[in-house]
Structure formats: structure tokens, C-alpha cells
């Protein structure tokens, strides 16, 4: 069977990692921005400020993505260039900015793909509390309406947050992220019932604008990769395991409520008081109807009998290597929630330069990518509904608190010089995505 007709093959960036002009234009700060220019919290002592100039060149890198073959693009947008100050007064400067951009996608036939949030809150809403207002719940809607009207008539596809689990888990219980502070449960508790109405509100938001708009949630997870037939139903008793401890880490966290209209029970027994009272209305906000689930997967882990050599194949990053994820990441989210699955990212972290003859060569890449996604192509050989894999990343670029180090790119960027060169696996990708994945 392989890929369906029109899988949507492409990449996917976000706004603080690539687009730089951080000040520029009447762009408000956001968290992002503020933490960076505190010294010590960037491994590299690196900011976004200028990061890979995409505000300046995107033209120059939709024709890349072009050149890549790319039939979709995946890109955020930053909240404080649209609302400088989180809410009210409006940046037409950025309306003009994101409006360009996706008129540049069109021209080549690229299908836009709009995340709303990927992690760089208004600094001036972050003062004002962040998620842990409630009114954050109307700011996001008031916001996901402005993005819809400004955007809907050429935007389908829609993503409401980008892995609410780390920004929250990185964020806000380890410090090591914007805003860089360290809450306890109950806090967590609460600030994941407003980002659950804040999504739910935004649905309802864009689809009050759009009414064929595709709309979804990205969540960042680690499948269970069942060694025997025998492992399965440990596996999925293992990944959706619920429970308070480590709760925002967990799939069925986000996507119980959302899908089944239901928080966990074991996780509302271990809670106890810390979970915040919420009502039987605002559950049906949360379970507004979506349209697919956005996986972002790199790791995973093994169920059953099995200890991995030493030795294993791993990431710039140290990330290990884990060709089944893609496969059993599809198998055990699709197999539970029954909604299309789309892979928002995948990609490898590599130490990258440009060879004397002026080329990139990554065969790290290429062998990583063809890996991952054969097991994805297993996954839709056995009738699970798959519609789109998103590449992380198109171009190298800021890495949140590891700096310009890692680069996760099939465009290679100089950031002295922000001279852009396709690396192999773009190439590769390319083939690929010609193939319709039965080249793999």
C-alpha cells in the first residue's frame, strides 16, 4: 500500500528559531527574547535575535524549499510580532510579514501549515501571569481569530500548540527554558487546564472563520517499541500510563481530554485537591473536534526483554537512534485516539560543515531519515490512517537553550555569513518525496 495519494511531504520551522528582526517592526518582546539576553542561559551564549535572518530571506528560502521538492511548510507564528503587547493593538507590519511569506508558498505550491504557538509567549502577557491567568484562555482565542481572519482564506491547516509538554516541562518545572522558572504540581496543574481551553477556544475560534479548516495539537512523545508480539499490550499500558508524576510529559495527558472529553482517572485520584475544579462546559470546550494529531517523534524506548549495546547509534545531541519510532508511534497513538496522524517532526541533530568541493555531506542524515521512515511506511502499510511526515528541520538554526551548535537542517546555514546550501538529504528528501516514499 505505502503513502497515500497526496501525503503531504515537507518541513517545518518555528518563528524564534529562524526568523531573527527580533525588534524590528513593531514586534513586541517575548519570553524568548527576554531569556536569552540573560547571561549563561544559552550554552553558546547565543541569541535569536538575528538567528538564521528568515524575516529578511524568505523569500530566498521558499525557493529553496522549492528546490527540496517540498509540497508542504510548517512554520509558527510569533505571537508578538501579530500583538505586541499579547493583545488589542494589532502589528499590520506583522499581518504584512506572515501574509508575504504564505503568498510566497502559494506561488510555488507549497501547502502553508500554520502552527499558532510554538513556545515564544508575549513577554507582556507572561507579566501578566502567562498561563497560569486564566484570561490567558481568551488572549490565545482573541489571537487564533486574528490569525484566521488574516490567513483563513488561503490557511487550512492548522496547529494549535507545538508540544505543550516541554515548553511546560522545560519551561516551567526545570527552569531550563523561557521563562526559566521552577512551579510544583499543583501550578502545572493548572496552567495545563488553561493551555487544554486554549486550544479547545482556538478551534472554535478558526473554525468560526474557516469552516474547512483542518485543526490539530502537536505533542512531543517517545513511543514504547514492543520487542516481541507478546510486549504489545505492555507497551500500551506502559506509554498511556497516566498518573500524576512527570503528568505533563505523558501522551494521554493532552489527548485524553481533547479526544474523549475526559481527564485520566488515575491522574485525578493522585491529584487529589492540587486539580484545579473545572466544569462539565469547559470539558466540552477541551474535546472541540479535531481533525488530526501532530506527533513529533526523535526517541523512544524498548518494552520487554532487551538492553541496548553499547555503542548505539546516537545524534549530535546524544539522542539514540530508534528506527522503529515512527512505526510504533503511529501504531499505539492511532490505534487509541482513531484520528489521522501526521509526523510534525523527525530529524537528526548533526555536526555539519561545507566540504572543500562545496557541498554538505550528511549520510548520517540520509541513512537516519531513510530508517525512521520505513518504519513509518510500515505503520501506513498496515491501514493506520497517516497524512503527512514534516522534516525537522528545513534549515539549521537555533536550538532553544544548546545554541547554533546542533544543526538539525537539510539546508545548511552560515550564520556569519547566512549563506544557504542544500545538503544531501535534501537531495535525498527530494527523490523521496518524487517517489511518494516508494523509493524507501
Request: hydrophobic share 35%.
Amino acid at each position: 500500500m505505502g503513502f497515500k495519494k497526496g501525503f503531504m511531504w515537507g518541513a517545518a520551522t518555528a518563528s524564534y528559531q529562524i526568523e531573527g528582526a527580533w525588534n524590528e517592526d513593531g514586534k513586541g518582546s517575548n519570553i524568548w527574547d527576554e531569556f536569552t539576553h540573560q547571561p549563561g542561559k544559552i550554552e553558546d551564549k547565543s541569541t535569536g535575535d538575528i538567528a538564521c535572518d528568515h524575516y529578511h530571506k524568505y523569500k530566498e528560502d521558499v525557493k529553496l524549499m522549492a528546490e527540496c521538492g517540498l509540497k508542504a511548510y510548517r512554520f509558527s507564528i510569533s505571537w508578538a510580532r501579530i500583538f505586541p503587547e499579547g493583545i488589542e493593538t494589532i502589528n499590520q507590519k506583522g499581518i504584512d510579514f506572515y501574509n508575504n511569506l504564505i503568498d510566497e508558498l502559494l506561488k510555488y505550491n507549497i501547502t502553508p501549515f500554520i502552527t499558532l504557538y510554538h513556545w515564544d509567549l508575549p513577554y507582556a502577557l507572561y507579566l501578566k501571569g502567562g498561563w497560569l491567568n486564566k484570561d490567558s484562555v481568551n488572549w490565545f482565542e482573541a489571537y487564533a481569530k486574528v490569525i484566521a481572519e488574516n490567513f483563513g482564506d488561503r490557511v487550512k491547516n492548522y496547529i494549535t500548540f507545538n508540544e505543550p509538554s516541554v515548553f511546560m516541562g522545560c519551561g516551567y518545572s526545570q527552569g531550563a527554558h523561557a521563562p526559566g522558572i521552577k512551579l510544583g504540581d499543583k501550578d502545572l496543574l493548572y496552567m495545563g487546564h488553561n493551555i487544554h481551553l486554549a486550544h479547545g477556544k482556538a478551534v472554535r475560534a478558526i473554525r468560526s472563520v474557516v469552516s474547512d479548516a483542518k485543526i490539530g495539537i502537536t505533542l512531543a512523545t517517545q513511543p514504547k517499541i514492543p520487542i516481541t508480539d507478546a510486549d504489545i499490550k505492555d507497551a500500551e499500558k506502559s506509554y498511556f500510563a497516566g498518573g500524576l508524576g512527570g503528568f505533563f510529559w505523558s501522551t494521554d495527558y493532552w489527548l485524553d481530554p481533547i479526544v474523549f472529553g475526559k481527564y485520566g482517572e488515575k491522574l485525578l485520584q493522585e491529584a487529589g485537591d492540587m486539580f484545579p475544579a473545572f466544569t462539565d462546559e469547559e470539558m466540552k470546550i477541551i474535546s472541540e473536534k479535531i481533525d488530526f494529531i501532530g506527533l513529533n517523534i526523535y526517541e523512544a524506548s524498548y518494552q520487554g526483554d532487551y538492553v541496548r549495546p553499547f555503542g548505539t547509534a546516537h545524534t549530535e545531541l546524544n539522542w539514540d537512534i530508534y528506527p522503529q519510532a515512527l512505526e510504533w508511534g503511529v501504531k499505539l497513538n492511532y490505534g487509541r485516539y482513531k484520528l489521522p496522524i501526521i509526523i510534525t517532526e523527525n530529524g537528526m541533530s548533526a555536526h555539519d560543515w561545507v566540504s572543500l568541493d562545496g557541498k554538505v555531506h550528511d549520510p548520517n542524515r540520509i541513512d537516519f531519515l531513510h530508517r525512521y521512515l520505513s518504519g513509518l511506511k510500515k505503520a501506513a502499510d498496515e491501514d493506520c490512517e497517516v497524512d503527512g511526515y514534516f522534516q525537522w528541520s528545513f534549515m539549521d538554526n537555533f536550538e532553544w537553550a544548546k545554541g547554533y551548535n546542533p544543526r538539525f537542517g537539510i539546508v545548511h546555514v552560515d550564520y556569519q555569513t547566512q549563506k544557504r546550501t542544500l545538503k544531501d538529504s535534501a537531495y535525498w528528501y527530494k527523490d523521496v518525496i518524487e517517489s511518494n516514499g516508494e523509493n524507501l
